[in-house]
């Protein structure tokens, strides 16, 4: 080789990479997951990025924007950056077709993949398992038509589909009756970390992005300011292990959308969320400068969640203030594939548990409420004095409509008895919302609907 060429080279691509790391103008970044490459500039469609490496790596500055190719599939975690005070980082979508997937599992899709150590059971290596992953917390099967039953020991393992996770070894059994590849075309393994890990983050705006197969939360972390989750897909989230008791009992976890201790100035909405551990959407905290203040999650389409809208934060030094939940359409809580695996089977689209931080102004109305496996809310403690709930539609058939401090429930012919002794729910109604076609998850509101005028925008989200 030219040494004088190779020194001109290794100067030019210096002077390059610093002037990119120095530049003060925002840029658009595409990334394309099929026919990108890193080493390309990735200000043009013609030149993409490839991978979400590439994209964490690489500093932004408040302006940019990181456009991902719909259609196209990324596995692994992103890592954002944050924004300025006043201009923020965009991460969404360009091109035509499905949103561009961000998916947080693992594939075991070929049969020279799975190894037959005993008659019915079998087990795929994960040797590239993250250490950030210590669990595997779904097996998800042709996309959701079947999926995992979670076991804490090999001896355990014994209906079809029964699976454990050797985490010494990194290697996952599944019981089968043939080669879990033979049997299914897809075999998705989600890891047990955020899908977008955006801790102590600040003014950046998600939108059009398809969050799905992580075993933690879809977005998480604690610590953010002035975030924006706007037209994404958040679903199959959940059910990693957090930690074990001291007597040995594993706890479970996973959120769709978390906001953890602080967080301010956040605006969550027109989003679709199914199959979540945990719940959909929540606030939650534990930590005394725990301040949750300027949330507002509306227009969402929320199903198949244990929990629709989970909140509580403590202790009394935390504050939470400004919370709004409006004009979001929540269905079937608890009807999701982790209920029956749950050590703790809690269903229901409001779950307040015990909450003793400084509340004001949290405000539940204009939503619809539709069945759940155990009640529509239940509420630990009362603090009614910081919860305004009002004009909300709610249908439950059959099972109780509200648990009230524990003891006290309140069946769906006790509704207006409920209004009346808890004195919230001013304005609200029971009722059937009349969907447009709800075997489609189609959730829109039919005109005659006796909750139409509860929607804004001709409605909340329907499919999409």
Known sequence: MNHSVFSFGLVLLCVVTSAFAERTTPATFYVDSERGNDSAVGTAEATPWKSLDKINQTELIPGDSVLFKRGGLWRGQLVPHSGSNNVRIVYGAYGTGEKPILQGSLARNSTQEWKEPKPGIWRASLTECPPTSKDIGIVILDHGQKW???????????????????????????????????????????????????GGRHDITYDGLAIRYGAAHGFGGGGT????????????????????????????YGNGIEFWDGAEDNLIESNRIWEIYDAALTNQGNNKNSNQINITYRNNVIWNAEYSFEYWNRPETATTRNIIFEHNTCIDAGYCWSHNQRP?????????????????????????????????????NDWRKGLTMHNNLFFQSEKPLIRWLIKTYYKTADFARYQTEVGMDKGSMMAEPLFVNPAARDYRLKPNSPGATLATDHGPVGAR
């Open 344 to 380: 703790d089977i809690n269903g229901a689209h409001l779950m307040f548990y015990h909450n003793s931080a400084n509340t004001t102004n949290v405000i539940v109305r204009n939503n619809i409420f539709v069945q759940s496996t155990e009640v529509c809310m239940r509420m630990e």
């Open 148 to 198: 995992g039953m979670k076991k804490w020991k090999l001896e355990d393992i014994k209906a079809p589909f029964d699976y454990w996770y050797d985490a010494e070894n990194k290697a996952v059994f599944l019981a089968c009756t043939s080669n879990p590849a033979s049997a299914f075309k897809s075999i998705e393994l989600a890891l047990t970390r955020h899908i977008v890990n955006q």
């Open 225 to 252: 300011k002035r975030l924006t989750i706007r037209n994404c897909d958040v679903y199959w989230i959940g059910g990693g292990l957090q930690f074990f008791k001291p007597d040995g009992k594993p706890v479970r």
